[in-house]
């Protein structure tokens, strides 16, 4: 590992357990590393591309185009730069933040609500969609904060942010979300791929959707939808969302004939190294789930269940949450890390890690470590940890204790990961 994920990581491994779990979850982030992803499933040999082990005659097309949306398309964008390189005719891409390509254009965009700092980008991925060739080699790089990053047409904008504030209150799951986005999109649920019909389409998935439903990653715009128009109403009505203009995805499967999707990375491979590098510290490893959407006391519950000496549990998904009235600051992994405090699950010999492989728990820190420091902190300061859970304010206590995990965005995206180590004589 050639750098530290974690920025504060000395100041947090104040005790043997905690250097431990720190350094897995150093691992998981090393693990889902855009640049090393898109260099070990993609490369050149003279005019062959080769895709995960598929090979693509490059002289068979007359332009190569790159369009991208997500919170690992700028990354994953300059990569393929590298590899490609003056091949590359035109590119569009949309992240949270801009990086210096020669080829690509990269746009930064709001997120998790879509704004119209996020439109621009949106028409201009259309546009080259629209103008492609039969003989047109697209590149498309799906990522997780997609759904929100790519908006078209401009009026998606508006019921996006809509939608997303009316499901933050009714804790449902992202597939449900996405299942609505698909039909306020002429690019999501399929219609990027009808847009670029009939050129040739691979499309680059680095998933952050629990469970592997690949088609849900950004709303599936290289997917062919099984969805209609009639499931979003009854998502819309069933929970009281409101009124939207809803759009029929593309059913004709000649769209989708010169596609093919290419699923590079998902929080497998996170907790398959995570795994790894719990062994190295003769730690058994047990994976209790990488679907977990339940809500965040029967997670904690699966969780802490399967506790045991020297064993890391480890765990990924999207535990749901329903916001409150609460005005505060936090996500959540440190919702989830202050529950866990609350249930009193947390012993003298467990360290406990909620965190946020982006980076961002919905705010600028990971997630927060957990064991009997933290604790003792929060009690000496007189923290009524009630108070901050009833306001979702989990980011205040966790910055007063000290536990917060720093990293930055990381430009990857696979889910939350969660590890509960146990080990005695870690103090």
Known sequence: MNKRFIKNFDELATTPNRKIALEIVEAGFDAI??????????????????????????????????????KSS?????ALEKILGSRIKEGVVIGLHKVVC?????FAGTHPKPSKSNIEAGRKIYEILD??????????????GGSALLSYPESEVCQGAKLYDAFLKCGKT?????????????LKGGGLAKAAYPATIIGLVFSDVPGDIFEDVASGPTYKDKTTIADAKKIIAENNLGE???IETPKEDN???????????SNKTAVEAMAKKAQEFNLKADVVSTDLYDEIEKALEKIFTAKKENVVVLAAGEPSIIVGKGEGKGGRNLHMGLQAIKNKMIDKDSVFISFASDGMDNSDVAGAIIDKNTIEKIEKLGLNIDNYLDSFNSYSIFQKSGDMIITGPTDA???????????????
């Not at 769209?255 to 990375?265: A, C, G, K, M, P």
């Not at 995206?413 to 103090?427: E, Q, R, Y």
């Open 33 to 70: 590393s855009t640049e090393k992803i898109v260099n070990s499933s993609v490369s050149l040999a003279g005019n062959f591309l080769f895709i995960k082990g598929k090979e693509y005659n490059l002289t068979k097309f007359k332009e190569i185009k790159i369009v991208g949306f997500g």
């Open 74 to 78: 700028c990354e994953a964008a300059l």
């Open 102 to 106: 020669e080829y690509i254009e990269t």
């Open 244 to 246: 939207f203009d809803l």
């Open 131 to 144: 103008q492609s060739q039969k003989d047109d080699l697209i590149i498309v790089i799906v990522s997780g």
């Open 413 to 427: 995206n696979v889910s939350d990961l969660m590890i509960l180590l146990t080990k005695k004589n870690g103090k």
């Open 255 to 265: 769209y989708f004939d010169n596609v093919s999707n290419f699923v590079l990375i």
């Open 174 to 186: 992202i597939t449900e979300i996405n299942n609505v986005r698909k039909h306020l999109s002429l």
